[in-house]
Nanobody, 121 residues
Framework: QLQASGGGVQQAGGSLRLSCAVS????????YGWFRQAPGKERDFVSA????????YYADSVKGRFTMSRDNAKNTVYLQMNSLKPEDTAVYYC????????????????WGQGTQVTVSS
């Protein structure tokens, strides 16, 4: 089970931190990703983090503004979102993968319920 939280309404230029608490399977065995889906659009890759190593990957649209991290002691992954833009408005989903192609949503076995992020201009 993945439980995402931390969404809300923020003005452009502001920050939010999303959290995703993981339970029900071995946290260390998975890579984790964040995806987002805006109304009327497809679900897009945002960020991912591997383990071991902690290598991170970002979509070009968020690179330099968003930072993904994981706390293996707390079984939680985070997405720190800075310099938010109105185009970041979407439902954000966390997901767990054992696959190699972690930029691709079909490679994720488990998904959280999503948390709404709204950025006003």
């Amino acid at each position: 089970q993945l439980q995402a939280s931390g969404g809300g309404v923020q003005q452009a230029g502001g920050s939010l931190r999303l959290s995703c608490a993981v339970s029900g399977f071995t946290f260390d065995d998975y890579a984790y990703g964040w995806f987002r889906q805006a109304p009327g659009k497809e679900r897009d890759f945002v960020s991912a983090i591997r383990w071991p190593g902690g290598d991170t990957y970002y979509a070009d649209s968020v690179k330099g503004r968003f930072t993904m991290s994981r706390d293996n002691a707390k079984n939680t992954v985070y997405l720190q979102m800075n310099s938010l833009k109105p185009e970041d408005t979407a439902v954000y989903y966390c997901a767990a993968s054992t696959g190699l192609r972690i930029r691709e949503s079909p490679n994720y076995a488990y998904w959280g319920q999503g948390t709404q992020v709204t950025v006003s201009s």
